[in-house]
Structures are given as structure tokens and as C-alpha cells.
């Protein structure tokens, strides 16, 4: 999922402390795949384009916009330019490329809409041998001057050219007096200087020390005024530094934000980042119980990037999507996955057919629809999930609508008010909580001019929290729980105020927050968390998915409970003919002694000829509202066959009356051994008694199941 970045320094390389490195800000994180690049050799920024010129491998210039849409490509021919020494005149429009070897500067004249013109009458060459360059790492233009600045870090030394109206860079025009100078950088001799970007107006210097990861601030004249610390960015070998209109679509017109370009195992990141600091959460970290962390990693099929988890109260699931592994090698069609609180997986489908970018989900309890944000799009998704209820099968529907209209470029986490009928939208870019009531006409359809929905927002970097990835409503409380991908957890009031500050250190990129019952005390409220842990942008081989079960005190499981069911372990056959005490018959079902999860037997469900049937026992004594839980296990030997087996729950009125239908199960293929299944749920304000039902169809195969516990 993309991201940006900011940072700031603080302390003199040459010698005297001028005050503690300050570290950076990370915005947003850009990565190369998200863009069809496999990487990013360069990288600059045209005012008159709007938008980044990226070098790809193919030697094409790609414009992307602050939205990270490509919008146009354009092919140069091979070897024009040098990727990583490249520079858009803000005053021209023109890109600029520094071949060394040459001794050559190539100037490419932009076309309308600013990007370079791919015809060889549009390119001039320049003849720089005069300069005396022995390196040259990069080139940035001053924003105000137009004159072009060389970074050169073997003197080490700036080289300022100044450029003529008409001639430009040729041999005469820079042979003038003055049209040359320097800037000395006295004192950086043997710091790997990587790049260089000029701050509009001060004229102020930004280099790169790529080898100490440090971004130096410098006067225009090279005195050194400021040190920042780049550990944040995690650099591996940035070939690229420039400076452009911030991606915060909040902010004034007149922010900007730096970017560089980094290498990664999978391509290349972009990096966006400010040297403005940070506003801290002012209240001290209260420290919660970390419970149980689910490995969503370890689920089959997997999840490596976990990106949004939602709890589903009426089948006592979470339901997660991960909107990044459909770009892994271990994806398996499934990016949406069911599972129990205690994190044993329940069923995967796949969501790509409607998004494949699936950042933040939410349910809708009024009507029984899903949320989906989509952080590529920029659209949130209605999802019905149709008769069988679950997201990502053939019987979904949805309609969406474009977060762009009400300024949020990147819709993260969400949130849902049931009884205010209002949805919550984590901004990550723009550090931004949106507020979406829909309009007259009762539905979320956006803001104008696309729908009439009503949109407030509040800022979250005001109290301390940038890059929100999660948003979660308490209707308990009226109040809002938000996390970042910083390892910040605040709860604030459903306006921004903050509440309290949670420590959530051993996270370490969380991305998505659900309240649902405790997993060990179904009494409690815990927080469920989302972490990606390493993004596959950076690792492509990475599966490293985690979901945290977090409290707020000891939790201790509550004292044992009676089993509803009769027989739950098929032990008993008091008249010996086979079959199960306490069970409804079929002539497929029988008591079986040779595959058992424990006891002396487990009940058998064997058929050859396609046969579909239920098997069920009656629960009496249900109280309505009351919660309850159920755990069993089911085995599947190896089998070709084509067949569903679920276990339900229906819900039923005092006197046999149907109320609702609730599927705790699906298997449809071979299961690794003994695969425990569980669940918990709510009865109905007007049940009284349940039907347990073992729903078998088509089945050519052999299911076993054994040590029922339904409380």
C-alpha cells in the first residue's frame, strides 16, 4: 500500500554539536510495483507538468501526480538520459540530464502538458568540460534563479551555473564571467553525498549523506545551519533527492515536502518527508495487556499484510483483508479472510473481482453491508454480501464512491456508528479523520458532485498522531480508537479531542483496529490490531502478518461452563445399532473407533453417491440476547471430491419457529488432520431454543467430527 516520509537534522558533521539530530517524518511510502515500474532509477519534479518525471529501466520518462496516478508516459530513445542525474528547470520546464563521461549536459524542451519531448529536434547538448568535474552525484535546479547547481562531492563542492535566456548552457554562455561559481563544502570530504534539492525562496541547500543516513540543511553561501537524522526512512541506497508540493491535500498550496528515491528487494520506494516537527501525544502511554497474537501469517492461505479487521457480533468472527498479498507469489485467491477471535481461520474468499487494494473494512449493522476502502482508487466500497453472507463470493454487489471529492487521497481505516448511521475514513496522507453522514436521499453516495453526503473532518497530527491507518467506533463509550502505522494508539472523542494515549510498542506497523470480546473472557472488550509488520514492497518474499489481541486488564478464563449439546463427543450408543445417542440419523452417519481426536469414538459421515442431508440436535433453554460459544473439531482425509460440509447454528422461537440462520463452518476440501473449529454468538431477543446442524451436500468422501462443545 503507498506511503510518504519527512525528516530533520540537527548536529555538525565538521565538528561542533549544534544541537541533537532531529529524525525525520515519514509521510507516505511510494512503492514501484504499485506504479507497473520494477524500478525507479530516478527521479525529479516539473512545476510546469505538475506532477514527477520517473525514470524507468526502459528508458521512459513516467509522469505520476501528488495522487500517485500515472497519468502519461513517454519513450525516449535508448541511453538518452542519465537516470540518476536529472533535473526539471522550474522556471523552463525543461529536464536536464548530466552525462560525466561525456562531459555533456543533455537539455530536453517540454512539450504542453510538461512532459519531455521524445523528438531529437527538442534536445540540445551542452559541452561541460570547462567546469573540471571529477564527480557528480546529483543536479537540482534553483526554483527562484533557474541557475543549475552540481553536486561534485570529490572537492567536495557545488558548481553553480547560471544559465543565458537564449544560449543556455553552450560553451559560450557559460564561458561568461559569472555565469560560473562555487560553493565550497569544506569539512564533508569522505561523506557519501547523494543528493541535492534547493529550497524555493531561501535558497537554502539540502544534501544527502546517504552513507551516514543524514540529510544536511546548508545555507546558500555551504555553511552547515542544520542536521537531520534519516533512520526512520530505512535507506538502503537513495539515488535520488527532490523537492515538490506536499501530498496532503489539507495543507496550504505553498507546503512542500521532500522526496527521495530508494532501492528496496522488491524495486523502489519514494519517500515523502518534511523537516517540520511533529506534535507529540501529550498524555503519558497507559499500558494495556497484550492478550494473544494472532500469526495471520501462519493461516492457510496466508496473510501477510493484514491492512483492516472488522468483528462480525452476529457469527462472533473477525473478518480481515489484506490489500497487498495479491502481488505476492503466495497468494491464493483469497485476500479476505474469517476467522475466530482466538485466531483460528474459518474461511478465505476473494474480493479482487470488486478491489484489489483492500485497505479498511467496516460492517454496516443496518443493513447488513460492508465498507471497503480502496487506497489505489481512492474509493470506499458498499459491498452486499447476498444470500450467503459472506464478502467475496459470486453473490456479492457493490457500488462505490470517490473519496477525492471531499480531499481524501488516501482512505485508510473505517469506522461505522450504527446508531448515527455515520462512517468513520482514517486518512493516512493527510493525517485526517472524516466524518460521513449521508445527505436527503438516506445513502452513502459521496460528496458533491457526486452524492449529497454531509463530510466533517479533524486533523489527528494535531494531537500527536500522523499516517491514522485504523479507526474504530465505541458505542460504549461514544468515542473513537485510532492507530497508526507510527506505533501510536490514541482513543479521542467522535470530534478529535484526545482521551487517552495506549503504548503499543511491540507493534511495528499496525494498520487496522477492531473492538470485539476478549478471546480468553468473553466478557471483556478487547482491542484487536492489525500489523503488517514488513510491507512486501520492501520484501517480496515477506509473510510476516500479525493481528493483536490487546485489554486493559488480567484476563483469566472464566469457570467452566455446561455443554448444551447431548452426546458432543459421540461416545454414546446405548441400543448399539452404530449410530450416535442424541443425534438425528442418516444411513451415511455412524460412530467410528479407528479416527478419533480423543476418546473412543468420533460420528463419521461417508457417502459414495453424491448424497446431501443434515444431521441435527435441538438445544432447549436459550436465553435471548445471551452470548455463547462453540468449539469442535472436524477431519477430512484426502479427497477429490466436489462437496460442502457446514456446521450452524439456527435460532428458533419457543415454538419451533425459525428465526435466523447462522453458519459457524464450511469445508469444501481435505483438512491438514484434526482442524478445530470455533465461535461465539449472540441469540436473538426472541429465541428460546437452537437447532445444531451438520448441512452435508454432494458428498463422494469421508468426514469425520468429533468433541462437540456448544455453551
Known sequence: ???????????????????????????????????????????????????????????????????????????????????????????????????LSAAELLEIAPGANGIPQASATAQKRYSIATLGLSAATAISFDPVSGDLLILDPSVPQIVRVKPDPKARFSSEAIGRSGAISYISLSGLGGHKLTGLAVEPGTGNLYLLDSGDAKLLLLAPNGMLKEIFELSPLKLRDPNSLTIAPSGDPTDKDTALSLYTVDTTLA????????????????????????????????????????SGVVYLPGVGRLLAVDGEVDEMSIFNDANVFETALNGNLFDAEDLTSITKEPAGVAWNANNGRFFVSDDNRDRIY???????????????SATSFNTRNFNSTDPEGLGFDAGRNTLYVADGTGSEIYIIDPGNNGVFDGASPEGDDHVNHFDTAAIGLTDPEGVEYDDANNSLYIVSTKKVLIETTTSGSLIRNIGINFAVKPSGIAIAPGSVDPTARNLYVSDRVVDNGVDPNENDGKIYEIGFQDQTPPPPTTNLLANPDFELDANGDGRPDSWSTNTHVTTDSTVVQNGSFSMRHQATDGSSYTITQTVSGIAAGKGYSFNGWVNIPTTSDTFTFKLQIQWQTSSGSNISNINIKTFKATTPGWSQVTATMTAPSSAARARFKMVVSSLNATVYVDNFDLH
Open 1 to 99: 500500500m503507498p506511503r510518504v516520509c519527512a525528516f530533520v537534522f540537527l548536529a555538525s558533521l565538521t565538528g561542533a554539536l549544534l544541537a541533537q539530530d532531529r529524525p525525520v517524518n515519514v509521510v507516505r511510502e511510494i512503492y514501484s510495483n504499485d506504479l507497473n515500474l520494477s524500478s525507479i532509477p530516478g527521479m525529479t519534479f516539473s512545476p510546469k507538468a505538475n506532477a514527477f518525471l520517473l525514470m524507468s529501466p526502459a528508458s521512459e520518462v513516467v509522469l505520476m501526480n501528488l495522487y500517485e496516478d500515472v497519468v502519461q508516459t513517454a519513450k525516449l530513445p535508448s541511453g538518452t538520459l542519465q537516470p540518476k542525474e536529472i533535473a526539471a528547470d522550474w522556471k523552463t520546464g525543461s529536464l536536464v540530464s548530466l552525462n
Open 267 to 306: 524495486g523502489s520506494r519514494i519517500t515523502e518527508f518534511s523537516t517540520t516537527a511533529v506534535t507529540q501525544v501529550s498524555a503519558t502511554p497507559q499500558q494495556p495487556v497484550l492478550v494473544n497474537t494472532i500469526q495471520t501469517s501462519n493461516w492457510n492461505p496466508p496473510s501477510p499484510d493484514p
Open 382 to 396: 458498499q459491498i452486499d454480501p447476498g444470500g450467503d453472507g459472506f464478502l467475496g463470493t459470486s453473490d456479492d
